[in-house]
């Protein structure tokens, strides 16, 4: 069936997605987070997040059987979705057949060499985007590995588990925010496009969802010596949400009677030993990790 010149987002609606559902004789695998976009108004609030045009190129991850897609093929010049199951295959060979940008890799997004991927599959465009209902069991790896990749990305604008974005985009000072908020926010300016009730999906999953645009920034938010450091003290601030940061420091990189070395790397760093790690902004992480590496080198 020719889709040429029909309305836009024919794959999504309900009627048509269970359509091509069955007549592919496709069942959905819970275990690849296969919770299919049947809204066209979500779709076009996605679409129009990333602020696509025809010079630009769309990286979307896990097409599913081409509702986002779809939409995508119109709003940006070159289209690549990569996704790992088989079976979809043939289905996306169908309901795409009318684009002739889009480019299918089967594949698992984490295995992948994606920096070659984008070489490859956008030769011409300046700009990237990744737009995607991302599958729920690997947002977080997915998103830092786009991000820890440093692909030549314009923006991220994905459908993620609501929980997960508010963590993401959180400020210092409340409980979503974590060593997640600061590895995003250090590579990227997170912001909550649209909370997105559970009807829009088949199946519905049981936790709400949310949209989120992660604008990549062109050099990191703080400048660190040692990235890998930095994260490590972050992760070792957070090990233990009720302990303070002298505590979960203390136990991270001394030894026990050090904790006098320990309050000078605190007291030249501006930050009181008594707080905790979800108070420190990232300038914050910064100046610490800085200060401490140098003091456990010394
Ligand atoms: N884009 C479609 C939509 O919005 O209706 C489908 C989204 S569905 C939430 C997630 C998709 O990601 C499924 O098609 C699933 O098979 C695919 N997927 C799951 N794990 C993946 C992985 N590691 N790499 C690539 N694709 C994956």
């Known amino acids: 069936m020719s889709q040429t010149g029909s ?12 359509e091509i559902i069955a007549k592919h004789g496709f069942s959905l695998k819970k275990s690849l987070g296969q919770n299919f976009l049947i809204d066209l108004n979500i779709l076009d609030k996605i679409v129009s997040a990333a602020g696509l045009d025809r010079t630009r190129g769309a990286l979307e ?34 309901t795409l057949a009318p684009y002739d940008n889009v480019r299918i890799v089967h594949g698992d997004v984490l295995k992948l060499d994606l920096k070659e991927l984008v070489r490859e599959a956008f030769p011409d465009v300046d700009k990237i985007s990744v737009v995607a209902n991302l599958p729920y069991y690997v947002t977080t790896p997915i998103v830092m590995k786009l991000l820890e990749e ?4 314009d923006n991220i604008v994905v459908m993620i588990q609501k929980e997960v974005a508010e963590r993401m985009a959180a400020k210092p000072g409340g409980k979503e925010y974590g060593s997640l908020s600061i590895a995003v926010q250090y590579y990227g300016e ?12 088949i199946p519905q999953p049981n936790v709400d969802s949310a949209v989120i645009r992660i604008k990549i920034r062109e050099t990191p938010a703080v400048e660190v010596e040692d990235e890998r450091f930095f994260f490590e003290v972050v992760h070792a601030s957070f090990a233990q949400r009720r302990k ?3 505590n ?15 309050d000078k790397v605190l007291q030249e760093s501006g930050i009181e030993p008594s707080r905790r790690g979800e108070t420190l902004s990232i300038e914050e992480y910064a100046r610490l990790s800085g200060i401490l590496k140098r003091h456990l080198n010394s």
């Open 150 to 153: 440093k692909l030549p990305l």
């Open 248 to 262: 979960n420091l203390l136990s991270r990189f001394f030894a026990k009677g050090e904790r006098d070395k320990l």
């Open 190 to 201: 997170p912001e909550l496009v649209t909370i997105v009730p559970h009807t829009v999906f």
């Open 7 to 18: 309305r836009r987002g024919d794959i999504a609606s309900p009627s048509q997605t269970k």
């Open 61 to 94: 991850i896990g097409p599913g059987i081409g509702a986002l897609t779809e939409q995508l093929a119109k709003a940006a010049g070159r289209v690549a979705a990569v996704e790992i199951d088989q079976r979809l295959l043939p289905i996306l060979a169908d």
């Open 244 to 246: 303070t940061i002298s």
